[in-house]
């Protein structure tokens, strides 16, 4: 599986950005989607995932009602569209697929629970 995130670019405060992530590969071994970030000197952190299966979505605390997460199966993306953007949004956002069943428990948001990772794009808000 391998995962192009792209979109990232500079973006005054307030503004919006639409990240992509093109999933390729085996489509039997992954059925979820993550999207993470991390800040320079700081852990990376779950910002929003989705699942294939139900729909079920899961957003931070820190960006629920300003990000949306979305997917188009027949072009094999998920994107984040991220509004009312901040300067601590400013990091390194990347996508990660993997496998979700529901009997676990919620939907994956922690970097140990993917199995694959694409490199990341950068997302710089500044005046």
């Known amino acids: 599986v391998q995962l192009q995130a792209s979109g990232g670019g500079l973006v005054q405060p307030g503004g919006s950005l639409r990240l992509s992530c093109v999933v390729s590969g085996s489509p039997s071994a992954y059925n979820a989607i993550g999207w993470f970030r991390q800040a320079p000197g700081k852990e990376r952190e779950g910002v929003s995932s989705?699942?294939?299966?139900?729909?079920?979505?899961y957003y931070a605390d820190s960006i629920k009602g300003r990000f949306t997460i979305s997917r188009d199966s027949a072009k094999n993306t998920v994107y984040l569209q991220m509004n009312s953007l901040k300067p601590e949004d400013t990091a390194v956002y990347s996508c990660?697929?993997?496998?979700?069943?529901?009997?676990?428990?919620?939907?994956?948001?922690?970097?140990?629970?993917?199995?694959?990772w694409g490199k990341g794009t950068l997302v710089t808000v500044s005046s």
């Open positions: 989705i699942s294939f299966g139900d729909g079920a979505t």
């Open positions: 990660a697929a993997g496998l979700y069943v529901a009997a676990w428990g919620p939907i994956p948001r922690r970097p140990y629970e993917y199995d694959y």
